[in-house]
């Protein structure tokens, strides 16, 4: 039973309002890409035990999506942030690198 | 035998008898006993019988632990099975009877399971009943179920007569455990200020400590512990409960608590359970810590207990477990049984301690009072049935030979004592062994973390190590500060009172008594007790291999059930680890799961039962359909009308009847549950375009076009007419089902890709009634009512207007999902009612009846015409359903499309729809298979195509189906064979599957 702050409305949400996404910041691949791109893009998923940068809503709230950066195997919850980036912003980055020296989540570190 | 002394018995009231049964025989308790202490007090010592081996067993435990005295409570809708004794408060008119035996308790005939108990082994099911395979289902299942189980289930029929309800609740800090400890550290966090909730599972304060006696300063633990409560109640920011027990640890400080709020007055006013979901900033897990039994032959008979609950049931209920009783022990504890017992005038034979040097000052107390110690000594048998008759007496060292026999009626057990740690382990906490007290106990470096990455449980007193009452207030006075430190705020710092208690010598860790015992004793040396486990089964699982302690916990079932190895387990680990040649942390323990104790599924329900389970959804029509012989059946959270039986119909009667009046003359479906959702803004021509394989953005005003929606994976999730309202707004209808779901996927997509598209989605299901008007006479009734021109001029088929129908304000889609000409009107849905029975009115002379889902299905079916989840489940593509011409060719990108392109989703021999014609006109099963030539790996037959969509069409008076087949549209005419279950073989031609007026004239009049 989580709790994560939803950075749209500021609530301290339970996990009884919230519906898991999945891992955030794929990239989309639609006509033109090739077999593998796609294949990749649709099934190949993160699964580490540790950092995790994932995608949520607010299902049973304000019904927004957005990120969030946690770990898998404590459950410490790094931060939560916008679901209209690219990218974990750089505080974001900052609170994992400063509980977890070192970490990489695909291309981010 | 077990008797009431005259004194002692410091929570029953004498002045108050209360009445009961036990296996229908009437017996007398005093308020304040449990269903054991007074099962005790008139001498009913044996209260049960076990799982497997149906022996006789008697309490061993006086509180959560234990695992024997399992009683079936109550009468019909209030009976509960698995009900413990030592935790039941007593009431007048309790009704209770013993478990697990056949005809009685008494004689049962199952207990000839002992006698073959060499023969019936850990693993022995699985080694017996494997061959042949199919006496498994007819004999030995059958066998099994019949012998197995604990307890009776309720009756099925009967529903339980209680209400429950669930309560949230907020604290600072969560202190689980009323005792001696948790008072403590609950007054220490509460002194910060900080919200304290205090959970206590009895019905009383203080646990354990004034039993074991000692003094706080100048006070006795029992005065100590009234001031602390006092206290506590006095300040306003601490929440007191007892009957309320801490069920569950959870991620981030959630917790639950098991408020049993009136199972000591049944059929008071109010819930009988309450669940406490708690959200807490700290935990202190003040819990005690469980004595645990000594593993020796015949450690299971009626009158062996624990030495601490027999020293409870003596202070607490005044009860004398026995009259000549033997202390076995391996601790210095235990000797505060045989001093309470003899002070209390029981004649105490002797204390046998396992450690050569025995106790200490204890030991010198028991001394002075007469009481003979037998230091290295062990029992090595414990003789009797339903009673203990004699303990023999040997060494602790060696195999249990040169035996000494005393008679004795009771024998109290201790074999040290485990930290309740499961509150801690749930959510992560770690454990370490300490080799003193030979014990696991919380490790403060490793607790459960929360969201910040911070520990989050505290555990305190007993719970965490400390045994001896000075310690224990300190510890629990340190863990208090620190929990409200922790949820951020400033303890006042304070030492703990100092105690007055008798110093211990050290305990031996002692896991078979004696240390070497012969097989014969082993194979009767109990671990497990609810689960009929012993010393030999568990060194057999590890001789066949079993050596994670996981692996053994479910071969052996040693830790399962009610009790979960609140007893066992330590020892049940130790033994394997000494069977395995390893050290007891090596071998670890197994998890520890919620809840605590067992929690009543009805708690777990709450208030959530009958109508509140799932509310049910409502269309403006729903009560004139309720009042007009609405045949119910539940789509989504909606009921719609199957069919309206009139009186003297069957519902296929009435299904017939609408099918062949909707197509000769008038219906009316309710069709208001279908999604409606307003897609708005500068974008969301070029959005709809994304989310339908057909294009959306070329729609002109006014017109209306049926769309597919797919997932990104390329399959088929739902369909429906989407009309252009204006040159930035589209209203997308989606399936009854798919609304909610439709909405959720549009927001997706918007919010987590195309964020910088403008366009807005908003779901307006509720907000219109609407009216499907089908048949012949559908443009009568209307232009009746008068108002817009509905002429095929001004209304031609696939566009819509707003206007005024009658007084009502109407768009009207000119769409037909029957193939006949046909009219969904939207009102507004306060108008929905209104409009329904004017159209009823209006219509009387055009024939005109309502229909139900059953009716919509057939007249689809008919015109070859998809549902979603009929024709689809998730593995189907349009292109399936001969559905390519709603693929927009021109379009660069449309979710779906790519996945299109993939090598599996263009096999030509993916299943194709098509309409399937029987024989001799008689229906195909639903989700029948077609089979085909040859078999598979596995011996069956091939399968070539299944059923989809199969009804009784009365328009046609046979059976017409649509299914998906191999090679489907090329084999149009073939005949292919679907086996039913009935045993019969279905025949059946394969046809186009619009079956009804073909070139569509019927609706475009």
């Given at each position: 039973?989580?709790?994560?702050?939803?950075?749209?409305?500021?609530?301290?949400?339970?996990?009884?309002?919230?519906?898991?996404?999945?891992?955030?910041?794929?990239?989309?691949f639609g006509?033109?890409?090739?077999?593998?791109?796609?294949?990749?893009?649709?099934?190949?998923?993160?699964?580490?035990?540790?950092?995790?940068?994932?995608?949520?809503?607010h299902?049973?709230?304000?019904?927004?999506?957005?990120?969030?950066?946690?770990?898998?195997m404590?459950?410490?919850?790094?931060?939560?942030?916008?679901?209209?980036?690219?990218?974990?912003?750089?505080?974001?980055?900052d609170?994992?690198t400063?509980?977890?020296?070192?970490?990489?989540?695909?291309?981010?570190? | 035998?077990?008797?009431?002394?005259?004194?002692?018995?410091?929570?029953?009231?004498?002045?108050?008898?209360?009445?009961?049964?036990?296996?229908?025989?009437?017996?007398?308790?005093?308020?304040g006993?449990?269903?054991?202490?007074?099962?005790?007090?008139?001498?009913?010592?044996?209260?049960?019988?076990?799982?497997?081996?149906?022996?006789?067993?008697?309490?061993?435990?006086?509180?959560?632990?234990?695992?024997?005295?399992?009683?079936?409570?109550?009468?019909?809708?209030?009976?509960?099975?698995?009900?413990?004794?030592?935790?039941?408060?007593?009431?007048?008119?309790?009704?209770?009877?013993?478990?697990?035996?056949?005809p009685?308790?008494?004689?049962?005939?199952?207990?000839?399971?002992?006698?073959?108990?060499?023969?019936?082994?850990?693993?022995?099911?699985?080694?017996?009943?494997?061959?042949?395979?199919?006496?498994?289902?007819?004999?030995?299942?059958?066998?099994?179920?019949?012998?197995?189980?604990?307890?009776?289930?309720?009756?099925?029929?009967?529903?339980?007569?209680?209400?429950?309800?669930?309560?949230?609740?907020?604290?600072?800090?969560?202190v689980?455990?009323?005792?001696?400890?948790?008072?403590?550290?609950?007054?220490?966090?509460?002194?910060?200020?900080?919200?304290?909730?205090?959970?206590?599972?009895?019905?009383?304060?203080?646990?354990?400590?004034?039993?074991?006696?000692g003094?706080?300063?100048?006070?006795?633990?029992?005065?100590?512990i009234?001031?602390?409560?006092?206290?506590?109640?006095?300040?306003?920011n601490?929440?007191?409960?007892t009957?309320?027990?801490?069920?569950?640890?959870?991620?981030?400080?959630?917790?639950?608590?098991?408020?049993?709020?009136?199972?000591?007055?049944?059929?008071?006013?109010?819930?009988?359970?309450?669940?406490?979901?708690?959200?807490?900033?700290?935990?202190?897990?003040?819990t005690?810590?469980?004595?645990?039994?000594?593993?020796f032959?015949?450690?299971?008979?009626?009158?062996?207990?624990?030495?601490?609950a027999?020293?409870?049931?003596?202070v607490n209920?005044?009860?004398?477990?026995?009259?000549?009783?033997?202390?076995?022990?391996?601790?210095?504890?235990?000797?505060?049984?045989?001093?309470?017992?003899k002070?209390?005038?029981?004649?105490?034979?002797?204390?046998?301690?396992?450690?050569?040097n025995?106790?200490?000052?204890?030991?010198?107390?028991?001394?002075?009072?007469?009481?003979?110690v037998d230091?290295?000594?062990?029992?090595?048998?414990?003789?009797?049935?339903?009673r203990?008759k004699?303990?023999?007496?040997?060494?602790?060292?060696?195999v249990?030979?040169?035996?000494?026999?005393?008679?004795?009626?009771?024998?109290?057990?201790?074999g040290?004592?485990?930290?309740?740690?499961?509150?801690?382990?749930?959510?992560?906490?770690?454990?370490?062994?300490?080799?003193?007290q030979?014990?696991?106990?919380?490790?403060?470096?490793?607790?459960?973390?929360?969201?910040?990455?911070?520990?989050?449980v505290?555990?305190?007193?007993?719970?965490?190590?400390?045994?001896?009452?000075?310690?224990v207030?300190?510890?629990?006075?340190?863990?208090?500060?620190?929990?409200?430190?922790?949820?951020?705020?400033?303890?006042?710092?304070?030492?703990?009172?100092?105690?007055?208690?008798?110093?211990?010598?050290?305990?031996?860790?002692?896991?078979?008594?004696?240390?070497?015992?012969?097989?014969d004793?082993?194979?009767?040396?109990?671990?497990?007790?609810?689960?009929?486990?012993?010393?030999?089964?568990?060194?057999?699982?590890?001789?066949?291999?079993?050596?994670?302690?996981?692996?053994?916990?479910?071969?052996?079932?040693?830790?399962?059930?009610?009790?979960q190895?609140?007893?066992?387990?330590?020892?049940?680990?130790a033994?394997?680890?000494?069977?395995?040649?390893?050290?007891?942390?090596?071998?670890?323990?197994?998890t520890?799961?919620?809840?605590?104790?067992?929690?009543?599924?009805?708690?777990?329900?709450?208030?959530?039962?009958?109508?509140v389970?799932?509310?049910?959804?409502?269309?403006?029509?729903?009560?004139?359909?309720?009042?007009?012989?609405?045949?119910?059946?539940?789509?989504?959270?909606?009921?719609?009308?199957?069919?309206?039986?009139?009186?003297?119909?069957?519902?296929?009667?009435?299904?017939?009847?609408?099918?062949?009046?909707?197509?000769?003359?008038l219906?009316?479906?309710?069709?208001?549950?279908?999604?409606?959702?307003?897609?708005?803004?500068?974008?969301?021509?070029?959005?709809?375009?994304m989310?339908?394989?057909?294009?959306?953005?070329?729609?002109?005003?006014?017109?209306?076009?049926?769309?597919?929606?797919c997932?990104?994976n390329?399959?088929?999730?739902?369909?429906?007419?989407?009309?252009r309202?204006?040159?930035?707004?589209?209203?997308?209808?989606?399936?009854?089902?798919?609304?909610?779901?439709?909405?959720?996927?549009?927001?997706?997509?918007?919010?987590?890709?195309?964020?910088?598209?403008?366009?807005?989605?908003?779901?307006?299901?509720?907000?219109?009634?609407?009216?499907?008007?089908?048949?012949?006479?559908?443009?009568?009734?209307?232009?009746?009512?008068?108002?817009?021109?509905?002429?095929?001029?001004?209304?031609?088929f696939?566009?819509?207007?707003?206007?005024?129908?009658?007084?009502?304000?109407?768009?009207?889609?000119?769409?037909?999902?029957?193939?006949?000409?046909?009219?969904?009107?939207a009102?507004?849905?306060?108008?929905?009612?209104?409009?329904?029975?004017?159209?009823?009115?209006?219509?009387?002379?055009?024939?005109?009846?309502?229909?139900?889902?059953?009716?919509?299905?057939i007249?689809?079916?008919?015109?070859?015409?998809?549902?979603?989840?009929?024709?689809t489940?998730?593995?189907?593509?349009?292109q399936?359903?001969?559905?390519?011409?709603?693929?927009?060719?021109?379009?660069?990108?449309?979710?779906?499309?790519?996945?299109?392109?993939?090598?599996?989703?263009?096999?030509r021999?993916?299943?194709?729809?098509?309409?399937?014609?029987?024989?001799?006109?008689?229906?195909?099963?639903?989700?029948?298979?077609?089979?085909?030539?040859?078999?598979?790996?596995n011996?069956?037959?091939n399968?070539?195509?299944?059923?989809?969509?199969?009804?009784?069409?009365?328009?046609?008076?046979?059976?017409?189906?649509?299914?998906?087949?191999?090679?489907?549209?090329?084999?149009?005419?073939?005949?292919?064979?679907?086996?039913?279950?009935?045993?019969?073989?279905?025949?059946?031609?394969?046809?186009?599957?619009?079956?009804?007026?073909?070139?569509?004239?019927?609706?475009?009049?």
């Amino acid at each position: 039973m989580l709790t994560l702050q939803c950075p749209y409305c500021g609530v301290d949400a339970d996990e009884t309002e919230l519906a898991n996404g999945g891992e955030a910041h794929l990239k989309r691949f639609g006509p033109g890409s090739d077999d593998d791109q796609f294949h990749d893009y649709l099934f190949m998923r993160e699964n580490p035990k540790g950092v995790h940068l994932e995608r949520w809503r607010h299902a049973a709230g304000c019904g927004k999506w957005f990120h969030a950066a946690r770990c898998t195997m404590t459950l410490e919850v790094f931060g939560t942030y916008s679901a209209q980036v690219y990218a974990p912003p750089q505080e974001i980055k900052d609170a994992i690198t400063t509980k977890r020296p070192g970490w990489s989540w695909r291309e981010f570190q | 035998m077990s008797t009431r002394l005259e004194k002692q018995g410091r929570l029953i009231d004498r002045s108050k008898q209360v009445s009961f049964t036990f296996n229908g025989t009437t017996m007398r308790g005093y308020e304040g006993d449990t269903l054991a202490s007074a099962l005790l007090a008139n001498d009913q010592m044996m209260m049960g019988r076990s799982f497997k081996y149906h022996r006789p067993r008697g309490v061993v435990a006086s509180g959560a632990e234990e695992p024997n005295a399992l009683v079936g409570l109550g009468e019909g809708s209030r009976y509960e099975p698995n009900q413990r004794a030592t935790t039941t408060e007593l009431f007048e008119g309790l009704t209770s009877s013993s478990q697990n035996h056949w005809p009685s308790l008494e004689f049962d005939v199952g207990a000839i399971n002992s006698s073959l108990s060499r023969f019936l082994p850990a693993g022995f099911y699985y080694k017996m009943f494997i061959h042949p395979q199919p006496f498994w289902k007819h004999v030995y299942e059958p066998i099994i179920r019949k012998s197995a189980g604990l307890g009776k289930a309720p009756d099925k029929e009967l529903k339980d007569a209680d209400t429950y309800e669930h309560f949230y609740a907020f604290a600072d800090v969560l202190v689980v455990g009323g005792g001696i400890a948790g008072l403590q550290a609950a007054k220490a966090a509460a002194k910060s200020g900080a919200k304290v909730l205090l959970l206590e599972q009895n019905a009383y304060w203080g646990g354990r400590a004034p039993v074991d006696g000692g003094t706080v300063g100048e006070q006795s633990t029992d005065a100590y512990i009234d001031q602390l409560v006092a206290e506590l109640e006095a300040m306003d920011n601490v929440t007191l409960r007892t009957r309320c027990m801490g069920a569950g640890v959870y991620d981030h400080g959630y917790a639950l608590g098991y408020e049993r709020v009136s199972d000591h007055v049944p059929g008071a006013q109010g819930p009988r359970h309450r669940l406490w979901r708690i959200r807490a900033k700290q935990i202190v897990t003040a819990t005690g810590a469980i004595e645990r039994p000594l593993s020796f032959a015949g450690n299971d008979v009626p009158g062996v207990m624990l030495a601490s609950a027999m020293r409870d049931y003596l202070v607490n209920w005044g009860i004398s477990s026995g009259q000549r009783v033997i202390v076995a022990t391996n601790n210095d504890d235990a000797y505060r049984t045989a001093i309470t017992l003899k002070k209390a005038g029981v004649d105490v034979l002797r204390v046998v301690d396992a450690r050569p040097n025995a106790g200490g000052a204890l030991a010198d107390e028991a001394r002075a009072l007469g009481i003979r110690v037998d230091p290295g000594k062990a029992i090595a048998k414990v003789k009797g049935g339903k009673r203990v008759k004699k303990v023999a007496i040997c060494n602790q060292e060696g195999v249990g030979g040169a035996r000494e026999e005393v008679s004795c009626d009771a024998v109290a057990m201790s074999g040290g004592w485990s930290p309740v740690v499961h509150l801690w382990s749930h959510c992560g906490g770690k454990l370490i062994w300490d080799e003193t007290q030979a014990h696991f106990r919380p490790d403060a470096a490793r607790p459960p973390l929360g969201s910040d990455g911070n520990g989050f449980v505290i555990a305190a007193g007993s719970a965490n190590g400390p045994l001896e009452l000075g310690s224990v207030l300190q510890d629990a006075q340190t863990a208090g500060e620190a929990a409200a430190n922790a949820a951020g705020f400033t303890p006042v710092t304070e030492n703990a009172p100092e105690c007055e208690t008798t110093a211990e010598n050290a305990m031996k860790a002692v896991w078979l008594m004696p240390e070497n015992a012969e097989i014969d004793l082993r194979m009767k040396s109990w671990l497990d007790y609810q689960n009929d486990v012993k010393v030999s089964d568990v060194q057999l699982a590890a001789r066949e291999g079993y050596e994670s302690v996981e692996h053994t916990k479910r071969y052996t079932t040693l830790g399962m059930a009610t009790d979960q190895g609140k007893l066992s387990n330590i020892n049940g680990l130790a033994t394997l680890a000494n069977a395995l040649g390893e050290e007891v942390p090596q071998v670890g323990t197994t998890t520890f799961r919620p809840p605590y104790h067992p929690i009543s599924m009805g708690a777990i329900g709450g208030e959530a039962r009958g109508e509140v389970f799932q509310p049910v959804r409502q269309t403006p029509i729903h009560g004139w359909s309720d009042d007009n012989g609405a045949d119910w059946e539940p789509v989504g959270q909606w009921r719609r009308p199957f069919a309206y039986v009139r009186s003297g119909e069957t519902v296929h009667d009435a299904v017939n009847r609408e099918v062949k009046n909707t197509r000769e003359h008038l219906g009316l479906l309710d069709a208001s549950t279908l999604g409606k959702l307003i897609v708005k803004g500068p974008d969301a021509g070029k959005f709809l375009d994304m989310m339908y394989t057909n294009m959306m953005s070329t729609l002109k005003v006014g017109k209306c076009r049926y769309g597919l929606m797919c997932s990104e994976n390329g399959f088929l999730m739902d369909d429906g007419v989407v009309a252009r309202i204006d040159e930035d707004t589209f209203l997308c209808h989606t399936t009854t089902g798919g609304a909610e779901r439709i909405h959720g996927h549009m927001e997706e997509w918007l919010q987590t890709e195309w964020w910088d598209w403008k366009v807005y989605v908003a779901n307006v299901t509720e907000q219109f009634a609407q009216v499907a008007v089908v048949g012949p006479n559908a443009r009568k009734v209307l232009e009746k009512l008068g108002g817009m021109d509905l002429s095929k001029e001004a209304l031609p088929f696939m566009e819509w207007r707003d206007g005024k129908i009658g007084a009502f304000d109407a768009r009207a889609y000119r769409i037909s999902f029957s193939g006949e000409l046909s009219y969904e009107i939207a009102v507004p849905a306060s108008q929905g009612l209104a409009f329904w029975n004017a159209l009823l009115e209006a219509g009387q002379e055009f024939g005109v009846m309502p229909y139900g889902t059953e009716t919509l299905h057939i007249l689809r079916a008919e015109k070859g015409f998809i549902m979603i989840g009929d024709e689809t489940d998730g593995t189907v593509i349009p292109q399936d359903l001969g559905l390519n011409w709603a693929i927009s060719k021109k379009k660069e990108d449309f979710l779906g499309k790519r996945a299109m392109e993939r090598t599996h989703m263009t096999d030509r021999n993916r299943w194709k729809l098509v309409g399937l014609e029987t024989v001799d006109g008689s229906v195909l099963p639903d989700g029948a298979y077609a089979v085909g030539e040859g078999v598979n790996a596995n011996g069956q037959r091939n399968m070539i195509g299944r059923v989809t969509s199969t009804y009784f069409s009365a328009n046609l008076n046979r059976g017409i189906a649509m299914g998906l087949v191999l090679h489907g549209p090329d084999r149009m005419n073939e005949f292919i064979e679907f086996p039913g279950t009935d045993g019969k073989i279905y025949k059946a031609k394969i046809v186009d599957p619009v079956i009804y007026d073909q070139e569509g004239k019927k609706q475009n009049v």
